[in-house]
């Protein structure tokens, strides 16, 4: 099982960094935090803290960043028949689910490591807490599981790679969005939107908390969207 995740996963890694899309998606990311990395030390007795630009990107740019990465991972197999062949090979739809999800997982984690460069400046000209920068970036990384778990769904149900961004970048924003909603209504509405807002859920780790309770929710999304998506892929079987 483990032999066939990991080959999974290394043909997806081969294939995507292998795109020019990799290092256009890459830039777009390390291009747009560095911006809020220099806007968020430009005001009047800045911070040396990753808090001013992790939690604009995640309200900015993962719900858009998390979709393509992923939306080629079953779409694309889809579109080109090869998702049949590979459901007929000797491996389930869990190891192929996982495999995808692990390549996703890494091209995130990989461009993200780009993002080092900024806590190194805080060292070089501050002195940072570095626990609430340990915190800050497990938080990040949490979220992005939850994310690209949403988005390889969203993969799942369609061949058209632009149709599951948009599907992936949708449901992102719903459960980002919950949390401004949470603040219209009073009673248990407010108390359950506020618990699946999926950015509520990285303010301790912002603030250098780490919390049972915020890793239980970004696994529970992860493993929910998971096994929806294998499911996905169960029901072409029976088309």
Known sequence: MIRNIIAIAMKEIRSYFGSPMAYVIGAFFVGLTGFF????????????SVRGFLDRA????????APII????????QKLGTLELLMTAPVRDSEIVLGKFIASLVIFLGTLSFTIWFVLLL??????????LLSAYVGFIMYGVAALSVGLLASSLSPNQI?????G????????????AARQVDGVAAVILEELAINSHLEDFLRGVLSTRDFGYYLAIAAVF??????????RRWR
């Open 37 to 48: 990395f220099i806007d968020a030390l430009s005001v009047p007795f800045p911070v040396a």
């Open 58 to 65: 995640v309200v900015l740019i993962m719900p858009i960043w």
């Open 70 to 77: 992923t939306m080629r991972l079953l779409a694309e197999e």
């Open 123 to 132: 060292f070089v000209f501050g002195d940072p807490d570095i626990m609430p």
């Open 163 to 167: 149709v599951a961004a948009v599907v």
């Open 169 to 180: 970048f949708g449901i992102l924003v719903i459960l980002t969005i919950s949390q401004e």
């Open 226 to 235: 998971l096994f929806l998506t294998i499911r996905s892929l169960e029901s």
